[in-house]
């Protein structure tokens, strides 16, 4: 099959390589059958927002990487209404733009509001590259019928659930919706396209997204692996593994995920790995209003994708669309996403029928496997092999490949990719 592509990943590199890095990232990558993935800007120190700090980002992962790796750059308050950084930044290769409409939880990426966005997308035409959006508005909690009672149980999921309820999804895809009509044909950021990252919602906010593709919004949406796979009313007290932003929703709000994918309404997914130190993740606590949020997953989603889909009668055509096709597209990668003559020969061999434990025995990659959610469950096919460029950098039973980096290529060819083997 087409070697996986993954447009929304963490993996902290540089500053923050006791979270994760570039070696073991891209290891966990390549064993999990993703040949590419594109890092996102923020949880490294400093955060991707200008041309100097993603130079410190391909500093940082030269002659480390098992897989092709490219980067978003940030949307902030601090370039966004500065042209010339912007541009610095995208000219100097980052593959678009990635903002916040919440406080991220890092110090030097705040929030941006509809303003922040408008100024983006209009920058971000004249490139045709897209802007990726955390869509979550605070609101006041005090008015939220479901919180009378109070919040006292912070081992509890549902009061971590009940603090970032689906209005604050909806809210931003509504303010969203503002600008994104600037992306159609004929708009001042025609050329632009919106991207909502980690959708979690599936009723009143997928609502909204598919109003925008009908009016001829430039607008896809992604979710993730955990949102289905897990439900809410399955999280064990304390298990703070679960915690991430958008929250994991119930049950009936993951069968209809499930449904708005299989009918396309949903575009790709993506497996937002977002890995920390396990200190923060407060398990002794069991905290799950302080604890760091994130799900780490890279090694897994293609096992957990299908071990999960195979009930609804998940194809391994929609897998290519999903995991493939589509996150080429998205990400400019043209040479990617398809087993073709003229594309790079990026494929992943697996077995659809083999289970496999993901337990202490099973090798892990990721830098802290035990802070992972999908540890502890029985799964159905096994990676064998990965293929990057045509060259092995993973093979099953045996140890990730020697890296075969020969040089760090930093290519602006819209037909070639911006970091690779």
């Known amino acids: 099959m087409p070697g ?30 993703i ?32 897989v092709d790796v490219g980067f ?20 100097a290769g980052a593959l678009g733009l990635k903002s916040f409409m919440c406080p991220s939880g890092i110090n030097d990426f705040p929030m941006t509001n509809a303003s922040h966005i408008k100024e983006g997308l209009s920058i971000l035409a004249k490139y045709k590259r897209p802007l990726l959006v955390h869509s979550e508005i605070q609101q006041d909690l005090e008015s939220n019928s479901e919180l009378k009672d109070g919040i006292d149980n912070v081992r509890s999921y549902s009061t971590y659930l009940k603090s970032r309820p689906p209005s604050w999804e909806e809210a931003a895809i509504r303010e969203l ?25 599936a009723s009143s ?15 896809t949406v992604e979710t993730c ?32 995920l499930w449904e708005a994918l299989l009918e396309g309404q949903i575009d790709m997914l993506s497996s937002d790995h977002s890995p920390s130190v396990p200190e923060l993740k407060l398990f002794d606590e069991g905290d799950f209003i302080r604890a760091w949020g994130g799900i780490s997953s890279l090694q897994f989603v293609l096992p957990v994708t299908w071990s999960y889909g195979r009930k609804y009668g998940v194809t391994l055509e929609q897998l290519v669309s999903w995991w493939s096709e589509r996150p080429a597209k998205l990400s400019g990668q043209e040479l990617k996403g398809a087993i073709a003559v003229g594309k790079h020969a990026d494929i992943v061999v697996w077995e659809p029928e083999i289970e496999f434990d993901l337990d202490e025995n099973y090798p892990v990659y990721h ?11 029985r799964l159905s096919g096994k990676v064998l092999a990965t ?16 890296r075969l980096l020969v040089e760090l290529r930093f290519l602006q060819d819209e037909k070639d990719e911006l970091l690779g083997l």
């Open 177 to 201: 919706l503002t600008v994104t009509k600037d992306t159609r044909a004929g708009g001042p950021a025609e050329g632009a396209h919106l991207h909502i990252v980690h959708l979690s919602d």
């Open 4 to 33: 996986l592509i993954d447009v929304h990943a963490h993996l902290d590199d540089p500053g923050r390589t006791e979270w994760e890095g570039f070696p073991s990232g891209t290891k966990s990558a390549a064993a999990g059958g």
């Open 367 to 377: 830098k802290h496997p035990s802070i992972s959610a999908y540890m502890g469950t």
């Open 225 to 256: 692996p955990h949102y289905l796979a897990f439900s809410a009313e399955e999280i064990p007290a304390g298990d703070t593994r679960f915690k991430c932003a958008p929250p994991i929703r119930d049950a009936a709000n993951r069968e209809k």
């Open 35 to 66: 040949t590419t993935l594109i890092d996102m800007p923020l949880n490294s120190f400093p955060s991707t927002v200008s041309e100097e700090t993603l130079k410190l980002k391909i500093e940082a992962a030269e002659e480390k990487i098992y």
């Open 72 to 91: 978003w750059g940030g949307l902030v308050p601090e370039n966004a209404f500065n042209a010339s950084m912007l541009e610095g930044l995208l000219s």
């Open 387 to 402: 293929f990057v460029r045509g060259n092995l950098v993973f093979k099953e039973g045996h140890d990730i490949m020697p």
């Open 205 to 219: 906010s997928l609502d909204l997204v598919k109003e925008a593709k009908s009016s001829g919004d430039s607008i």
